[in-house]
């Protein structure tokens, strides 16, 4: 059987229903929890945090931004890690692409990103942030994201399969990271000799885009190159590893 682009998309479409609803299976609230969470997290880390941004206009659309970039990438990689082995027994014996499996997981991230992307427009609403044309960036920028992200799924689901200490060794490392992207306080307020290895950082770069786009109007072309860069090779780098290991991934399942 040969799947065309509309089954793909259908058997994506079905596999992230079916992780939303097991997602939120005994939640009274659901899905609003993706514009819930993020709200009350800026809620707090405004409180801690506001004092060491003497640079910043509106911390809490500084931080909402960069939280929910972060929290796409971060939940994509941390569910995309085990899809293979989840769903051994359709990887092994269904028809389905095997690519799907990860897609699913990493769309369902992206659904909940939407939903956050709520939480973004009332902060900018209330805060009375000017809406300029650069926000069209942010949607960009999410794409750009998107596809870096995808990339990283496919290496990590694809190293699981063989060596499960990777769960351990990302989830240590990812809350490491989060204090090195900018996320909390702005890179300004970092060590000169760590903003240089950071600013070259890819999951800094996604993220302060979209709030030079958002809170500032402004966009940096070098950064836009980089956008780019990282998401298209990153990918492919991503997608190659995976199809090299796929024969393996069967036998090994």
Known sequence: MQYGIKQYIFVIRELTAREI?????RSVLGIVWSVLQPFLYMCVMTMVFSGFTLNISSYPAYYIIGYTLWTMFLTSTNT???SFVDNRSLFQKSK??????VLSR????FVNLLFSCVTIFIVILFFRIKIKWTILLFFVDVIFELLFTIGISFIFATVYVFNKDIKFLWKNFSIILLHMIAVLIPIER???DIQVYTKYNPLYIYPNIARDAILNGTYNVEDLKNMVFWAVATMAIGLISFRLKKNDIHMKL
């Open 106 to 109: 990493v769309y369902t991230a």
């Open 190 to 192: 970092y060590p000169e």
């Open 96 to 101: 389905v692409p095997s690519e799907v499996f």
């Open 21 to 25: 609803k097991r997602k939120y299976s």
């Open 80 to 82: 995309s890690m085990t």
